[in-house]
């Protein structure tokens, strides 16, 4: 799950940096700007948005368009070579920066390299970019992305320049996030796509709706042109509302707040307790749901270094592991003696959830309940979220063996009703094949194969 920004104002690299840092949380390997002013400027590194750009090095991207990206690895190797946005010079200069994971990039791959087009990296952003490139060369912009979109496979929100044209499309279930927003002031008319919609608010673009699932929009000049490509359906993804996102956003028209305070009412739990603690930071608001349901009080018992980076996203276990003790604090106060109901969005490894539960038993707590408001994950993700091998799910196991595992005394899980319910969309508009094993896009045995292989190799050299 990676982060994406586009905007089109005279200060859009510096709208570009600021629009990134409030998305910096959905990647924290590496991040870049791309402008273009006639020829082309980019600054990515490896590291956070703050590390990498000040205001020299932002002067110097200069344009009235650009793109940028955070990154977390999912396919591909941590190094630079994966960051984005990508650049190619031909037929006329493409920039181009992802958020999620193509599907049949090995296929992709080897046909492009049987027509000698170099590929010099792992990542599936260059496929997609080179396809385009082709595509570019036969059709106008539109047509160029429909023909694209009818050869990859798998989910991607997409932001991309072209000359005097700033590019956004969306694959055709919507998978990933990506919405629109446009500023209006005395002086310009300016516009702006996001990953989540607190890219746009620290820019002052209004939000006017979310891309629609094979939409594509361009920007040129203050013309903005929108075309339905090729839409197949709605398939959202559950885990923005449940993890990824902030909770200030908005996504599909529902706040993440509304929703995660829901999902914290919608717990059927069967126990007792003296507090509710959440696991911070994207279980706070649903900790104050269930706490408002079942009166029981809501108390900061782990407190953040918010200088620490989220554990899910980190590529090895090991980095995981030490991250989570580095991360988080217990005030013995609000634990001891206590019997804790422990609130957090979801269990995946459960590696995170048996070092919190540690932690709290080591600093006195009497009984450890967990809480996830998000329901059993037993399936791989193949669109970009790293839990591609199915072994990692601790939910194949009972909730019981859960507890044990992880060493709580109950483990209680939503439901998938109470899910759908929270989030307010229709089941049929979500993807939660992370869930229930019912993929919306087609993924070919080989592939699952082929992904899941690459994960473990790169677990085993990461750890």
């Not at 390997?29 to 006639?38: E, N, V, W, Y």
């Not at 920039?95 to 590929?119: D, F, P, S, V």
């Not at 349901?293 to 030490?322: A, C, W």
């Not at 580095?326 to 609130?343: A, M, P, S």
Request: with cysteine; charged share 25%; aromatic share 8%.
């Amino acid at each position: 799950m990676c982060g994406i920004i586009g905007t089109s104002s005279n200060y859009s690299a510096y709208e570009c940096y600021r629009g990134l840092l409030a998305i910096q949380h959905r990647g924290q390997d590496s991040a870049g700007i791309l402008s273009f002013d006639g020829i082309v400027h980019q600054k990515k590194e490896k590291g956070l948005v703050l590390n990498i750009f000040n205001k020299e090095e932002l002067s110097k991207l200069e344009g009235s368009k650009a793109i940028g990206h955070v990154r977390y690895p999912t396919a591909g190797t941590n190094t630079l070579c994966e960051a984005q946005p990508f650049f190619l010079s031909y037929p006329y200069g493409i920039g181009l920066a992802h958020n999620g994971n193509i599907t049949n990039y090995q296929e992709l791959k080897k046909e492009l390299e049987e027509k000698h087009r170099g590929i010099h990296s792992t990542s599936d952003t260059e496929i997609m970019i080179n396809i385009l490139s082709e595509e570019l060369m036969k059709n106008d912009t539109f047509n160029a992305i429909q023909a694209t979109m009818e050869k990859i496979e798998g989910s991607y929100s997409t932001v991309m320049l072209l000359p005097k044209k700033l590019i956004a499309f969306r694959d055709p279930y919507g998978n990933r996030p990506l919405v629109f927003g446009e500023r209006t002031n005395l002086n310009e008319k300016a516009f702006a796509f996001a990953s989540e919609s607190v890219g746009l608010d620290v820019n002052d673009y209004s939000l006017v709706r979310d891309l629609l699932p094979g939409e594509a929009i361009v920007v040129e000049d203050n013309n903005v042109e929108k075309r339905s490509l090729c839409p197949k359906g709605k398939a959202h993804c559950m885990f923005e509302w449940v993890y990824f996102s902030r909770p200030d956003s908005v996504i599909e028209g529902k706040s993440v707040y509304d929703v995660r305070i829901n999902l914290g009412k919608n717990i059927e739990f069967e126990g007792e307790g003296d507090v509710v603690i959440p696991v911070p930071d994207t279980a706070r608001t649903a900790a104050l749901g269930f706490s408002e349901k079942y009166g029981i009080k809501h108390r900061e018992g782990l407190i953040k270094n918010r200088y620490i980076g989220r554990t899910f996203i980190m590529p090895s276990q090991i980095s995981r592991d030490v991250a989570v003790r580095d991360k988080l604090n217990v005030i013995k106060g609000e634990i001891r003696g206590k019997k804790v109901i422990l609130v957090d969005d979801s269990i995946v490894r459960g590696t995170t959830s048996r070092r919190i539960v540690s932690m709290l038993r080591q600093n006195g707590a009497k009984e450890v309940h967990m809480v996830s408001t998000c329901p059993p994950i037993k399936h791989p993700c193949y669109y970009g979220i790293d839990m591609t091998t199915e072994k990692e799910l601790i939910a194949a196991r009972s909730t019981e063996e859960v507890a044990s595992k992880i060493g709580a005394d109950s483990v209680t899980y939503q439901t998938l009703n109470g899910l759908i319910k929270a989030i307010g969309l229709k089941k049929n508009e979500l993807c939660m094949a992370c869930l229930n094993g019912n993929y919306p896009i087609n993924i070919p045995e080989e592939t699952m194969k082929s992904l899941e292989k690459t994960r473990e190799i790169e677990r085993d050299l990461a750890s």
